[in-house]
């Protein structure tokens, strides 16, 4: 297929195969690892886990304040491609800027690793935002799961690349595994750059023929957060869940992004991490699909406890875990239910959203989503920083899986009227 040839559907799905490397190779791999070990190393493992974890949180704060204004923006004048050139300039730029930050400059990395999450995140808010304008009702979720599975196989790809330098240096003419690090966060810039152009290109976006200025549409979309709130609050099932979500989801997504960080914190030599990582990527895709007809056995919701339950396993296997083989099965674990759990998510969501509403409730869905790593990272990095043991640490995300457990089976249990 050429460039030019792209359908919108395509070019919109090729930016998931483009930022999804940011969240493999930088969010889920290399940062964590080259901060504790590169940037950080004269910091107690303690302290530059507690640090990792703010910035993370930060983050997540951040976009939770600017989504009204951004979403705001994005409907009303039409921005949204132009939202998401511009987050995603300023993501790739920081990703950048990191390939230049020198050993022991860690306040430096932190902040550029908060600034293009930051970025990351909110691109991704304008980019669900696109989805109506490529694809026509039927064929949204089959445009959406080829994003998703774009972005699975994107970021494997690149990732695994990356990983190639990092063991094999010498077969690329770099000096050493630090340098091929260093110049994996240029090269995850400049694929997020390239990979974003088509949809630049390709997918157009119908505004409003007179858009009101831009302060009137800040405030309306502000007022729209307030009106989308007075429905939830209508719709019990459908809150109960959203709250459910963003526990469980956080502590997914604190798993994701702490799991490196805390391998290297009990001893465990990077090397094995990172093929570890990879693991997950490669599991992930097949065992996805694979969740989705283990669903339609035993129903979306008890399949959503199943990968709840195998977390709790996950977390207590990681608190005693001390080999490499054993992080090994910790991603196999991880692999077989990280997509599955997200995908049903979706999925029972669908389900408890009143007609006529489905865009409204889906926003503060994907809103909770990109949200997520919100509690979950501050609470390990504070529990390691009290306690002094990252065993302990690791505990922290429990109460996420069992609060959001608990909720998900208010829900159903409103869902039958129970």
């Given at each position: ?47 530059s ?37 511009h ?15 020198p ?16 970025a ?6 304008a ?32 990732f695994a ?26 090269l ?8 974003s152009l ?23 979309g ?73 669903a ?91 306690s ?12 996420l ?13 409103r869902?039958?009227?129970?």
């Amino acid at each position: 297929m050429t460039h030019r040839s792209l359908s919108p559907a395509t070019a919109w799905a090729l930016y998931d195969w483009a930022n999804s490397a940011f969240a493999t190779v930088v969010m889920a791999g290399f940062f964590p690892l080259f901060f504790k070990q590169y940037w950080a190393a004269g910091l107690p493992a303690e302290e530059s886990t507690f640090w990792l974890g703010l910035a993370t949180t930060l983050a997540s704060v951040a976009l939770i304040l600017m989504a009204p204004v951004i979403g705001g923006l994005a409907d009303a004048m039409g921005w949204r491609k132009r939202i998401l050139l511009h987050f995603s300039l300023l993501g790739i730029g920081a990703t950048i800027l990191l390939w230049r930050i020198p050993q022991g400059e860690w306040v430096w990395a932190l902040g550029l690793y908060g600034l293009a999450s930051l970025a990351f995140m909110a691109s991704n808010i304008a980019y669900d935002a696109l989805l109506p304008a490529v694809a026509r009702p039927e064929q949204l979720a089959s445009v959406s799961s080829r994003g998703f599975a774009l972005g699975y196989l994107g970021g494997g790809v690149m990732f695994a690349f990356c990983v190639g330098m990092t063991l094999w240096p010498d077969g690329f003419g770099l000096a050493d595994a630090a340098e091929a690090v260093s110049l994996s966060f240029l090269l995850t810039g400049l694929w997020w750059l390239l990979f974003s152009l088509p949809l630049m290109r390709h997918v157009r976006e119908d505004g409003p023929a007179t858009p009101p200025p831009w302060r009137q549409a800040v405030r309306g979309g502000m007022g729209q957060w307030r009106a989308s709130l007075r429905h939830m609050r209508a719709e019990p099932r459908a809150l109960t869940f959203l709250l459910a979500y963003w526990l469980y989801i956080d502590g997914v997504d604190t798993i994701i992004r702490m799991a490196v960080d805390y391998g290297l914190s009990i001893g465990l030599p990077s090397d094995g991490l990172i093929i570890a990582l990879l693991i997950v990527q490669f599991v992930g895709f097949p065992a996805t699909v694979l969740y989705g007809r283990m669903a339609e056995r035993i129903g979306i919701a008890r399949s959503i406890f199943a990968g709840l339950a195998v977390y709790v396993l996950i977390v207590f296997w990681a608190a005693q875990m001390d080999s490499t083989l054993e992080f090994y099965v910790l991603a196999v674990g991880v692999g077989l239910v990280q997509g599955g759990v997200q995908a049903m998510s979706r999925a029972y969501f669908a389900q408890l959203i009143p007609a006529g509403r489905e865009a409204e409730f889906f926003a503060f869905y994907n809103m909770l989503g990109k949200f997520a790593a919100l509690f979950g990272p501050i609470l390990v990095g504070g529990l390691t920083l009290v306690s002094g043991d990252h065993r302990i640490g690791m505990l922290a995300v429990l109460p996420l899986f069992a609060g959001g457990a608990w909720l998900l089976w208010r829900a159903e249990t409103r869902r039958h009227g129970k």
